[in-house]
């Protein structure tokens, strides 16, 4: 096994990789006895009947099929991740929330605390965002969610993703996008970790559509890249935590499961420099609605209005004439849930910070905050270059709910962001 992390790019590709020479089978899936005695075992992603342009799945060749294990039972860890949403009526207010504390000791497990649910996983359709805060990696035992596909988002720290199908590096500017019922495990590369955790229970990622863009830009396909196969030959008890129908669940293995020697299919984890983003904007008047910063989309069953978009605002240049530059004031029957990775994000000169969220839910008004108002309508309107920078949003058709625990650590002022704007002066 190589020590260094590999991986094949592409998005969405058909891969095969084998750890172990002669381990993936040839020309069929599920040979009467694969090689070494290993065990085939189909992973689905979607329905078997999908469109072939829809249809997801990996063939696994592993030591040991999943079906051995014992029963689970309820996992008292993680008392903040997966916590319901709150149980009070929720006021249409603007919510924003300072960057988490690092709580001492916990592993990504544990340190994971949900903020905002926007559905429930049993629906097939909708997405929450939690906040992990890690200073353990973790250790004998791993992770797999059975409600949605996660896409992970570290702000600070890099952290390795071991998955079933190989090992990920993950430093902050990356995503990791990790397929539901994939287990993982979450180690530390830096001595702590903190970022942002997209649950998506609809239809998995893809990239969105380009339109008239035509065949390039945006987040390019060969950008994003697939573990190559890699596994661990372990005896050591390995615990598996189970997110299920918004539960957490555990049970004790005999052996660690991530056992696959050789992998084969389009249903696998991959990675994406967020730097890698061929940005695209006005070249004349009016900057776009920020779609045209969609990195990743899933769609609801209503055409063009996502389930999810993984939305980001990156470094670019400005170049619009007698524009308002940073975000105009607007109302959206999407809502709007934004984090920030690092720098200072151009409609907000204050409280937003590296690490914190804020919520703008279906029909709320928001935009530039007084300040960067002030500073966007009297700036010489030069090209600028806009540095340093990477938010962040996942916005979604369903309109979020907050849990008790995001309600309670809200910031209290967050309207002042919008309050001294002069009235206008008719004539
Ligand atoms: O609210 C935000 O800051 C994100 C955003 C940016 C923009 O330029 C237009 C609409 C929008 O929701
Ligand atoms: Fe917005």
Redesign the pocket.
Known sequence: MADAFQYMSGFGGHFESEAVSGALPKGRNSPQRPAFGLYAEQLSGSAFTATRHENRRSWLYRLRPTADHRPFSAYEGAALFAAPQSAEPLAPNRLRWDPADLSSGTDFVDGLATALHARQPEDLEGCSVHLYRATKSMDRRVFVDADGELLIIPQQGRIELQTELGRLELPPGFIGVVPRGVKFRVQLIDGEARGYVAENYGLPFRLPDLGPIGANGLANPRDFQAPMAWFEDSEEPTEVIQKSLGHLWTTTLDHSPLDVVAWHGNYAPYRYDLASFNTMGTVSFD????SIFTVLTSPSNVHGRANADF?I?PPRWMVAEDTFR???F?R?V?S?A?GLIYGA?D??AEGFAPGGLSL?NLMSG???DVESWRKASEADLKPAKIEGTM?F?V?TCWPYRPTQWALDRAQPDYDLAWTGFPKAQLP
Do not use: I, L, R, S
Not at 287 to 290: I, L
């Open positions: 900057h776009p609605d920020p939305v605002f940073p975000p105009w607007h959206n999407m709007e934004m994000y409609a907000k703008h928001h935009g530039p938010a949003m916005e």
